[in-house]
Nanobody, 124 residues
Framework: QVQLVESGGGLVQAGGSLRLSCAASGRTISSYALGWFRQAPGKEREFVAAITWSGGTTDYAGSVKGRFTISRDNTKNTVYLQMNSLKPDDTAVYYC?????????????????WGQGTQVTVSS
């Protein structure tokens, strides 16, 4: 089993930045693909970013491309999401997820483990 715990959420003004972290425990995730998803009130959970097991390939939703950066540190069993130029539309609960197949995907159904989420609120 893999346990994922997100941190780093909070309240920020539009144009500001936040860095989310997701620490894994239970087993090493160096061979897992990792993803970030978000869910705003009344909306479905949506893909934000993903990174393959090696970190060599990343993928982003069009709405965050150029503003968000996903990265990982396998020595710390942690994945990060650097969020810059935040907008009110980025307000949501952000979840990290792990896919043991390692390839990374935009489809949330592929992921095997999920964190409990961290709230990000962007004020205008």
């Amino acid at each position: 089993q893999v346990q994922l715990v997100e941190s780093g959420g909070g309240l920020v003004q539009a144009g500001g930045s936040l860095r989310l972290s997701c620490a894994a425990s239970g087993r090493t995730i160096s061979s897992y693909a990792l993803g970030w998803f978000r869910q705003a009130p009344g909306k479905e959970r949506e893909f934000v970013a993903a990174i393959t097991w090696s970190g060599g390939t990343t993928d982003y939703a069009g709405s965050v491309k150029g503003r968000f950066t996903i990265s990982r540190d396998n020595t710390k069993n942690t994945v990060y999401l650097q969020m810059n130029s935040l907008k009110p539309d980025d307000t949501a609960v952000y979840y990290c997820a792990a896919d043991y197949r390692g390839a990374g995907a935009t489809n949330l159904g592929v992921y095997d483990y999920w964190g409990q989420g961290t709230q990000v609120t962007v004020s205008s």
